[in-house]
T-cell receptor, first 111, second 115 residues
Framework: DAKTTQPNSMESNEEEPVHLPCNHS???????IHWYRQLPSQGPEYVIH???SNVNNRMASLAIAEDRKSSTLILHRATLRDAAVYYC????????????FGQGTELSVKP | NAGVTQTPKFQVLKTGQSMTLQCAQD?????MSWYRQDPGMGLRLIHY???????DQGEVPNGYNVSRSTTEDFPLRLLSAAPSQTSVYFC??????????????FGDGTRLSIL
């Protein structure tokens, strides 16, 4: 399984943008890059995913490097509710819905 | 829309007891899976299913059984509970396009303590 590397923790101030990095140097051509987040005492929540092009949705933006060896999840204006553990996960074509979770990045948001 | 529903939310068992964790989804998803999450760690895949009658093992299947008789339900069975199985259990479901291009939907979890 392709491995991802994320910082253990990050801090942000409320209403400022947050850039959460993820390295995935062993990514293969058909791997999708998924981001999930887990708020305290809740199940993981899908945030965004992409293959090659940058992606935007109501929650966040995903910027994917041209060589696909890294990506960045962008929260445009952090709120206190965005404090969570963020997981960057690769999904493989031949493995259907399998998610292999790493340690993730714990994001704290200061008022 | 209920999404993924897990029951019970909390359970305390004694070592050696058996129980079934229930998971149901109302989105007609082919793919369902079970994960466990231990304190301070990410989720680990226990078992998964790509459709009714089809199940397979994940990373940590020992001590757990599953079956999938309907599209909607995917119960997880502990036949003889052990303290090492104390954890939070999450069920997830998704469409299955074979390409990893589908978001997973997770339940709220079952918090299981085994004494």
């Amino acid at each position: 399984d392709a491995k991802t590397t994320q910082p253990n923790s990050m801090e942000s101030n409320e209403e400022e943008p947050v850039h959460l990095p993820c390295n995935h140097s062993t990514i293969s051509g058909t791997d999708y890059i998924h981001w999930y987040r887990q708020l305290p005492s809740q199940g993981p929540e899908y945030v965004i995913h992409g293959l090659t092009s940058n992606v935007n949705n109501r929650m966040a933006s995903l910027a994917i490097a041209e060589d696909r060896k890294s990506s960045t999840l962008i929260l445009h204006r952090a709120t206190l509710r965005d404090a969570a553990v963020y997981y960057c996960i690769l999904t493989r074509t031949n493995q259907g819905g399998k998610l292999i979770f790493g340690q993730g990045t714990e994001l704290s948001v200061k008022p | 829309n209920a999404g993924v529903t897990q029951t019970p939310k909390f359970q305390v068992l004694k070592t050696g007891q058996s129980m079934t964790l229930q998971c149901a989804q109302d989105m007609n998803h082919e793919y369902m899976s079970w994960y466990r999450q231990d304190p301070g760690m990410g989720l680990r895949l226990i078992h998964y299913s790509v459709g009714a009658g089809i199940t397979d093992q994940g990373e940590v299947p020992n001590g757990y059984n599953v079956s999938r008789s309907t599209t909607e339900d995917f119960p997880l069975r502990l036949l003889s509970a052990a303290p090492s199985q104390t954890s939070v259990y999450f069920c997830a479901s998704s469409n299955l396009d074979g390409g990893g291009n589908q978001p997973q939907h997770f339940g709220d979890g079952t918090r299981l303590s085994i004494l």
